[in-house]
T-cell receptor
Framework: GENVEQHPSTLSVQEGDSAVIKCTYSDSASNYFPWYKQELGKRPQLIIDIRSNVGEKKDQRIAVTLNKTAKHFSLHITETQPEDSAVYFCAAGGGSYIPTFGRGTSLIVHP | DAGVIQSPRHEVTEMGQEVTLRCKPISGHNSLFWYRQTMMRGLELLIYFNNNVPIDDSGMPEDRFSAKMPNASFSTLKIQPSEPRDSAVYFC????????????FGDGTRLSIL
């Protein structure tokens, strides 16, 4: 099956800085890469996803990049705000597997 | 759309008791997933269904856990007998397809086994 590694496990930034979270996957057949945000005590919610026919996707302050050759994808958050503080999960799936989740990154944005 | 609905939101019970968690997926979604989340183990997939049929239950910890999906609008996860190590937040999620569609999570059931 698919194996997803996510780094770092914890990321601390100052408000206004950028944050980058990186994930690698093992199955070259994976073609769907969603990112979820989970605020404390809440459910995971999809914030952005990318498919393998696209190298980059942006939505306001967040962007995701995909490198199929290296089998890694990243989440970029610019101009971070305190409300961006949460746990972020990447996932990789498609092909013949349901999305497999990474272990999560706890992002802390200091005011 | 009401989203994925889980009940109860909180459950506190003594070890040895039977626990039943319930989930109503989003109407029209044909895939349903049960996850368990703990600090130690993160978000673990327990089982998932496609078109009401269990596809992969390899994540179910042991025979004390069972899940059913009798129709497209309802699923249950049952633990019998429950143990303190089963304490966790249990999420149900649904999606339009099993492989490459976003999963929509319910608000979860916070389970505490005393």
């Amino acid at each position: 099956g698919e194996n997803v590694e996510q780094h770092p496990s914890t990321l601390s930034v100052q408000e206004g800085d950028s944050a980058v979270i990186k994930c690698t996957y093992s199955d070259s057949a994976s073609n769907y890469f969603p990112w979820y945000k989970q605020e404390l005590g809440k459910r995971p919610q999809l914030i952005i996803d990318i498919r393998s026919n696209v190298g980059e996707k942006k939505d306001q302050r967040i962007a995701v990049t995909l490198n199929k050759t290296a089998k890694h994808f990243s989440l970029h958050i610019t101009e971070t705000q305190p409300e961006d503080s949460a746990v972020y999960f990447c996932a990789a799936g498609g092909g013949s597997y349901i999305p497999t989740f990474g272990r999560g990154t706890s992002l802390i944005v200091h005011p | 759309d009401a989203g994925v609905i889980q009940s109860p939101r909180h459950e506190v019970t003594e070890m040895g008791q039977e626990v039943t968690l319930r989930c109503k997926p989003i109407s029209g979604h044909n895939s349903l997933f049960w996850y368990r989340q703990t600090m130690m183990r993160g978000l673990e997939l327990l089982i998932y269904f496609n078109n009401n049929v269990p596809i992969d239950d390899s994540g179910m910890p042991e025979d004390r856990f069972s899940a059913k999906m009798p129709n497209a609008s309802f699923s249950t996860l049952k633990i019998q007998p429950s143990e303190p190590r089963d304490s966790a937040v249990y999420f149900c999620a649904s999606s339009l397809g099993q492989y490459n569609q976003p999963q929509h999570f319910g608000d979860g059931t916070r389970l505490s086994i005393l």
